[in-house]
């Protein structure tokens, strides 16, 4: 159905079972589809915080530890892009690792990569049930232009 | 790609835009499409008070309106469908009308007829463009269990 697919994933239970509800109710193709996980500058920052004895909290350094973390989800990214493939049904897949604030680089790719469909759990790692969306997904919701497919993750079935 | 799609629609610009737009991004099949048509009965309660000096709004003639504007709508929905139809690139295609409040109908329409997924603009005939979403999909969002693509109607392109 839809030419171009962008799936951010955070790596949560809800993101996969979003891919995987996906995948039972898709019965067609899908002609690429793109699997972002962007590494939380803010979660860097809890880090860097946390072990600040043992960073003097240099440039060079906090690049350093970006890059780690970089290399880090394209590794699980990697582990899991075979299967993503075959669940998504798609012809064509690619990995993508992005540094920043998850909403706002979910929405840049989107734009970049001119896709079709953003598909998005309706909650993520840090979605709690009661609410209605986890705070991502709310605020691609608010600012993409782009057709958003949203998979409720969180409810009894 | 989608087995089942339940469409809602008030009749509104926004509503015919997100088809459009569908249609613009779907290149596959739609096996069937539902598209349903609430006629809202908070509507009517205003209609009855508009015109109370009409009406001595006994039940049978409350009825009776309620059937007119669903017969209203019928006709409506009649009129659009083989071109709904088209552009979903639906095999098959159903319409449907109901009376009630708009989120509950629309929600307990997607369970009953088991769809796969609900279409939805981000706004429709009451929704404000500096709303991240129109009441009745909000309210749709909050409660279905069922997949939801969102279609941006409201942004300039």
């Not at 109710?25 to 072990?51: A, K, M, T």
């Not at 899991?80 to 075959?86: D, I, N």
């Not at 929405?107 to 993520?124: D, F, M, R, T, Y």
């Amino acid at each position: 159905m839809f030419r171009k697919i962008l799936f951010p994933t955070d790596f949560s239970e809800g993101s996969m079972r979003a891919i995987q509800r996906f995948n039972r109710d898709n019965e067609s193709e899908v002609g690429e589809c793109i699997i972002l996980h962007v590494v939380d500058e803010g979660r860097l920052e809890e880090l860097l915080n946390g072990y600040a004895y043992l960073y003097k909290r240099e440039e060079r350094e906090i690049k350093d530890i970006e890059e780690k973390l970089k290399a880090k989800a394209m590794e699980k990214l990697t582990e899991r892009a075979e299967r993503c493939k075959k669940m998504m049904k798609a012809n064509k897949l690619r990995i993508m690792v992005r540094f920043g604030i998850p909403y706002e680089e979910i929405v840049k790719v989107a734009e970049e990569e001119n896709v079709s469909l953003i598909l998005l759990p309706s909650h993520g790692k840090q979605g709690f049930s009661y609410e209605i969306f986890g705070s991502t997904t709310m605020r691609v919701l608010k600012k993409t232009k782009k057709p958003v497919l949203i998979i409720k993750t969180h409810e009894e079935e």
